[in-house]
């Protein structure tokens, strides 16, 4: 969700944070600001909506100093103001704080640093944090001391958090805490060798210095940063121009560990593409190539180290939010299919309110694209502790998640920035699909023969991917131009194709912002029905799979009450294109397991092309984040 940046070197403050905040605007934001020292004072400028606001103000009002933090802010605790947005400031001006998270007993002590005299200039559950730091530094026995007055403040602080913060008498200094939400340290070049004149100070230097940056995400390191140190939970970090110094909550000192940054700023870039998430599904061929690759040896299944044995596994549970949630529908049907065990799929933010029954012999796998997602998180964290063994199913490899789980299983998509997950979501699947063959073989009930038809069959997958979304772009757009105008879809799917239309769906919903559902067909008649009418669009996704006859009978049952139907099937399909208003033309997958992969890309396009001619952001759309870090 928020986003937070951080920067000390040569180069001018204001205009790094500006883009590395261009760089976490996936996250999702209302408002964004920054604050940055110069000459003993914390400068501040801060702007709702728009990111461009922001900079309109600062070119405006240009800035100086070459130590800032900055912030996109999601909106919790009070409306998309300026006065609500980060950094915000103690009464005394001593202290700047920018903040992801959210801060659970903040009513208790806004009340009880008002009855100190404290006055508040904002409405969030942020400005608690700079005004009970800027009080345990300006006075009692933490005066004066930065990493006392931010450990006494942060044992006062219930909930999860991230923040920075800037302390105005501390120059060439970033202080940053984490519990719970995300936050990274990224070391760049040094600069101003010995007896050569430093940049900053116009001074001849003594000792080298070091460009540091911090951030909510690798991206906003880009392209200033080579190495990555990941924060764990319950640590202070001291950024200077020397480096890093670490310690735990407690005050024992950490020694930090850094990474070479493999991701490119190209990576984070549109290229030719108008927008994120086009580029995104045309991305999917290659993203799929490049899972398949490194799951497959020729002949051969590769099954990576996860660190459990499967073969003694006789229960799953699914951990997964939004999109993830829908893949995890389908890797149910495909382990209980090929590897014949029982496996349930929980809503993560449910899973760990009811106190879970835990059985011997089962596994938790946590779904999550960024590998941040709290409710996936918290639930993971559920499972550890009553001895349940987890496996990661993620994107981002150095996440939270992946650190704290048992095993990992890699989705290897890149970079996905679009808020609406597109080939994360296909590579989930197929990921499912790869760990539920490993989990079968492991058992001893994956024949040579049937490895062999599921190999062959998933090698041919990226090709029939980019065949479908070449040929179904056409009749997308012309049915995008008809019902652009729609207030609200159905999407009817049966089998593997109900998770399809829950995903069409959400799809819908989140770039678009029609009023969109989906339902298994077999259900359509026990109530839903009712919504069709002539000014109803209602898509059918009806490949030729097991349930084809069955989905055509529902076809008959909306034409019969003159709905217009969209139908996702093969371009060859005649009966189907009788039946239909429109048809999107799909490829057929060789195994009948892996079709939803294919019946899911016409509907990405459509509801991309759906919010397009509405005039929506499909990159960012609106109250939506793109990784939820909060619950």
């Not at 095993?407 to 890149?414: D, F, I, R, T, W």
Request: hydrophobic share 45%.
């Amino acid at each position: 969700m928020c986003g937070i940046a951080g920067y000390i070197g040569p180069k001018g403050a204001d205009s790094v944070l500006v883009v590395a905040l261009e760089r976490l605007k996936y996250r999702g934001y209302d408002s964004a600001g920054l604050a940055v020292l110069n000459d003993g004072e914390i400068h501040l400028r801060r702007a709702a909506g728009k990111l461009k606001n922001l900079a309109e103000l600062i070119s405006a009002q240009p800035l100086e100093g070459h130590c800032g933090i900055a912030h996109t802010r999601w909106a919790t605790h009070g409306a998309p103001t300026e006065a609500n947005c980060h950094p915000h400031v103690d009464q005394g001006g001593t202290v700047a704080v920018v903040h992801n998270g959210i801060i659970e007993n903040h009513e208790h002590l806004r009340r009880e640093l008002q009855a100190g005299g404290v006055v508040f200039q904002s409405e969030t559950d942020t400005e608690v944090i700079p005004q009970l730091i800027g009080q345990l530094y300006a006075a009692g026995p933490t005066k004066g001391d930065a990493l006392g007055s931010l450990r006494a403040a942060i044992a006062r602080l219930d909930g999860s958090f991230a923040f920075a913060v800037l302390f105005v008498d501390l120059p060439n200094r970033i202080f940053a805490v984490r519990k719970g939400s995300p936050l990274l340290i990224g070391m760049g070049k040094t600069y101003g060798a010995d007896g050569q004149i430093d940049p900053v100070t116009e001074r001849v230097t003594k000792h080298r210095r070091r460009e540091m940056l911090l951030a909510s995400d690798v991206p906003a390191l880009l392209p200033h940063a080579t190495k990555v140190c990941y924060l764990d939970d319950g640590q202070i970090a001291e950024l200077t121009d020397q480096g890093v110094n670490l310690w735990t909550f407690g005050g024992v000192p950490v020694e930090a560990q850094f990474k070479v940054i493999e991701m490119t700023a190209e990576a984070v870039t549109k290229g030719s593409f108008d927008s994120f998430m086009a580029k995104e599904i045309a991305e999917q061929p290659a993203v799929l190539a490049r899972l398949l690759e490194s799951r497959l040896r020729g002949g051969d299944l590769v099954e990576p180290e996860v660190g459990i044995d499967l073969k003694t596994v006789s229960h799953v549970v699914f951990l997964a939010a939004g999109t993830s949630w829908h893949a995890a529908m389908l890797g149910k049907r495909f382990l209980e299919q090929l590897a014949r065990i029982h496996v349930e799929v929980d809503i993560s933010s449910e899973y760990r309110y009811r106190n879970p029954v835990a059985s011997g012999n089962t596994l938790v796998v946590a779904i999550s694209q960024s590998g941040e997602t709290a409710d996936t998180l918290a639930g993971l964290r559920l499972a550890r502790a009553k001895f349940i063994p987890v496996i990661g199913l993620v994107n981002v490899v150095t996440s939270t998640i992946a650190r704290e789980s048992n095993g990992v299983l890699p989705l290897l998509a890149g970079p996905e920035i679009g808020v609406a997950s597109t080939k994360a979501y296909t590579a989930q699947v197929l990921a499912l699909y790869l760990f539920a063959l490993q989990v079968a073989k492991a058992k001893g009930l994956l024949s040579s023969a049937a490895e062999q038809h599921a190999i062959v069959s998933a090698r041919g997958l990226p090709e029939l991917v980019a065949r479908t979304l070449r040929q179904a772009e056409e009749a997308v757009g012309e049915a995008a131009d008809i019902f652009s105008s729609a207030q609200a879809t159905v999407f009817l799917g049966r089998g593997g194709e109900h998770p399809t239309a829950l995903e069409g769906a959400l799809k819908l919903k989140e770039i678009a912002y029609v009023h969109a559902v989906g339902y298994p067909a077999g259900e359509f008649k026990h109530g839903p029905i009712a919504l069709v009418s002539p000014h109803l669009p209602v898509v059918c996704i009806c490949p030729h799979d097991q349930m084809y006859e069955k989905m055509l009978s529902n076809l008959q049952e909306v034409r019969a009450r003159a709905g217009r139907i969209i139908s996702v099937g093969l371009a060859s399909d005649q009966a189907l294109r009788d039946l239909s208003d429109h048809l999107f033309p799909i490829e057929s997958a060789t195994e009948e397991l892996l079709q939803p992969i294919l019946s899911i890309l016409p509907l990405q396009r459509y509801a991309y092309q759906v919010a397009m001619r509405r005039d929506c952001d499909v990159d960012q759309p609106r109250n939506l984040a793109k990784s939820v870090t909060v619950e």
